[in-house]
T-cell receptor, first 112, second 112 residues
């Protein structure tokens, strides 16, 4: 079945550092890929998405590119802020065989 | 629009009790799903539905039942609560299987 593998956390960075959170996937069809963010004590919010190969999703300074050749969707941000401290989830879903799949989540801690 | 509404927000149950977690959406989405979130495990799919009258099992369905008599509602029933079901439960809905998932705010359940 489909699966998503995320790098384990926590990831600890200083403010203004560069962020990469790795996400790779396996899927039988042509999935859509998403990054969700969960701030402490809250639900999940969509951060960005990409629906086909080579698409780049972006939002709030975060970016991720759908790479079919490497089956990856890594999340990046050039300069993190303390307010970016949260848990980030990579998510995959397909219209064909609908079994939505989350990665285990990566906790990001940003220090001033 | 209210989006996805989950009730209750918090619940404490005794072992062996039964209860229903409610989930309702007002976006006319066909796809709905239930997840549980446990530390270090990410979100795991319990049950899902691709339309009224259609439900299927996800990764961790044991101990839970669902039904989908209307497009709007997708309740999750715990038949006989166990301490292993202590978790945070999220409901989500989507227009189509490969589109953005909208999440409720979650239900924090403790079984003692």
């Amino acid at each position: 079945g489909d699966s998503v593998t995320q790098m384990e956390g926590p990831v600890t960075l200083s403010e203004e550092a560069f962020l990469t959170i790795n996400c790779t996937y396996t899927a039988t069809g042509y999935p859509s890929l998403f990054w969700y963010v969960q701030y402490p004590g809250e639900g999940l919010q969509l951060l960005l998405k990409a629906t086909k190969a080579d698409d780049k999703g972006s939002n709030k300074g975060f970016e991720a590119t759908y790479r079919k050749e490497t089956t990856s969707f890594h999340l990046e941000k050039g300069s993190v802020q303390v307010s970016d401290s949260a848990v980030y989830f990579c998510y995959l879903t397909s219209g064909g065989s609908y079994i939505p799949t989350f990665g285990r989540g990566t906790s990001l801690i940003v220090h001033p | 629009n209210a989006g996805v509404t989950q009730t209750p927000k918090f619940q404490v149950l005794k072992t062996g009790q039964s209860m229903t977690l409610q989930c309702a959406q007002d976006m006319n989405h066909e796809y709905m799903s239930w997840y549980r979130q446990d530390p270090g495990m990410g979100l795991r799919l319990i049950h899902y539905s691709v339309g009224a009258g259609i439900t299927d099992q996800g990764e961790v369905p044991n101990g839970y039942n669902v039904s989908r008599s209307t497009t709007e509602d997708f309740p999750l029933r715990l038949l006989s609560a166990a301490p292993s079901q202590t978790s945070v439960y999220f409901c989500a809905s989507q227009i189509e299987g490969d589109t953005e998932a909208f999440f409720g705010q979650g239900t924090r359940l403790t079984v003692v």
